[in-house]
């Protein structure tokens, strides 16, 4: 099993930046690719990008430009850098990891409110 918890969202103006993180536990050497969803209220939820296991990032076309994905050094973390934030931008990202057995896991999720 794999735990996640992103840390990071909160209040910011438009055009800030924020950084979230999601940081795995358990059987971290079993992780695949860890990517970040979002669900904005009333909305579907969007996969805005996923980094694979050999470091290649992946982008929704509605972030490429102002997200950028990445892993930390131990690879039991990974980030998602938001610039130029935009109102629309506001929902609850959640992290998750594909294990290479093909097993999903879940963050719970960190609010980002963006204000115009």
């Known amino acids: 099993q794999v735990q996640l918890v992103e840390s990071g969202g909160g209040l910011v103006q438009a055009g800030g930046s924020l950084r979230l993180s999601c940081t795995a536990s358990?059987?971290?050497?079993?992780?695949?690719?860890m990517g970040w969803y979002r669900q904005a209220p009333g909305k579907q939820r969007e996969l805005v990008a996923f980094?694979?296991?050999?470091?290649?990032?992946n982008y929704a076309d509605s972030v490429k430009g102002r997200f950028t994905i990445s892993r930390g050094n131990t690879k039991d973390t990974v980030y998602l850098q938001i610039d130029s934030l935009k109102p629309e931008d506001t929902a609850v990202y959640s992290c998750?990891?594909?294990?290479?057995?093909?097993?999903?896991?879940w963050g719970k999720g960190t609010l980002v409110t963006v204000s115009s």
């Open positions: 980094i694979t296991s050999g470091g290649t990032p």
């Open positions: 358990g059987s971290i050497f079993s992780i695949n690719s």
């Open positions: 998750y990891s594909v294990l290479r057995d093909g097993i999903l896991y």
